[in-house]
């Protein structure tokens, strides 16, 4: 009888003594090329050149009003706050993510099923896809930090062990993103190398990472190389627009000091057949909550 690997080769190196560049050695799009979906075909392209595809409105003003009330049910609710799955602003202690928001909230599950957001990613990954994360980043205004420049899947892979880059993140605005409060930057093409970063994993890493990153952040030489190469998008849009992108892109936001709120719902969308296998570069498990262990697809 043979068993199931606990881990396959690793293909990203990372957490090493050494930052190193890994070119991707995945698809970005994992359609075949035709197949149906609601994408159209130079969005996909531009999906796959660019790592990233904003949508100008994904649900309506009557949605956007649905999630932003049970957006403010839930990090108005104490039961919540004391959930180890809420965590808080280190400063002013404001609830600044809750995770696994499909769980809590069934408007939130009725969102991650929704077919125009399903939809999208099962055609970019290919296949069924089940949810690895997901959660909402709540940025008050009036100093709600940021967060720094990463890569999701640089994460993913070391510390919930995602094998391959065969995952997609949407980000839904359920408030305006100006361009001044903190809303999300990419560097377009940046999903095409792997910034593998310097540094073991300390045990319990993710506690404090989701306040303030520190493994796992990349040197500001990378930094510099990779903006010089590829620039760097700020996201913008009404509540309701959306952005889907590549766990790959090198990405992060600024603080936000205006008085205008930006808070999003992010959902992670991995595909059935990249499941999560043990860490590559940490020595425990980071909790279902953060990294999905539940492989069920969603229909
Ligand atoms: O503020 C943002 O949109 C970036 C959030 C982010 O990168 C993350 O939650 O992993
Ligand atoms: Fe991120």
Not at 74 to 89: C, F, H, K, N, Q
Not at 217 to 223: A, G, H, N, V
Not at 228 to 253: K, P, Q
Request: glycine share 8%.
């Amino acid at each position: 009888m043979t068993t199931a690997p606990e881990r396959t080769a690793d293909l990203y190196p990372t957490r090493g003594t050494t930052e190193v560049a890994t070119p991707r050695m995945d698809p970005v799009v994992w359609s075949d090329p035709g197949a149906p979906g609601p994408i159209s075909a130079p969005d996909l392209a531009g999906y796959e050149r660019d790592g990233f595809l904003a949508i100008d409105q994904l649900i309506t003003p009557d949605e956007v009003e649905t999630y932003r009330r049970e957006l403010e049910r839930l990090t108005s609710d104490p039961g919540i706050r004391a959930d180890e799955r809420s965590i808080v602003e280190p400063k002013s202690q404001d609830i600044r993510t809750v995770f696994e928001v499909h769980k809590i909230s069934e408007v939130f599950a009725s969102l991650v099923r929704d077919p125009r957001v399903v939809g999208r990613a099962r055609q970019i990954l290919g296949s069924d896809v089940y949810v690895h994360q997901s959660r909402i980043n709540v940025k008050p205004g009036f100093g709600a930090t940021g967060f720094y420049w990463h890569s999701d899947f640089e994460t993913w892979h070391a510390e919930d062990g995602l094998p391959k880059m065969r995952t997609v993140s949407v980000s839904i605005a359920l408030t305006r993103n100006h361009d001044t409060n903190g809303g999300l930057m990419i560097m377009p093409g940046s999903h095409q190398t792997f910034l593998g970063c310097s540094g073991e994993t300390p045990k319990d890493n993710y506690k404090k990472s989701l306040q303030m990153q520190d493994a796992g952040t990349p040197s500001d030489e990378s930094l510099t190389k990779f903006a010089d190469a590829h620039g760097i998008r700020l996201f913008t849009g009404e509540a309701g627009s959306a952005t889907w992108f590549d766990c790959n892109c090198m990405h992060g936001s600024g603080d936000n000091i205006t008085p205008y709120p930006r808070s999003n719902v992010f959902i992670v969308f991995n595909s059935v057949e990249n499941r999560a296998q043990e860490p590559f570069a940490a020595p425990v498990r980071r909790p279902e909550f953060i990294g999905a262990r539940d492989f069920t697809p969603v229909k």
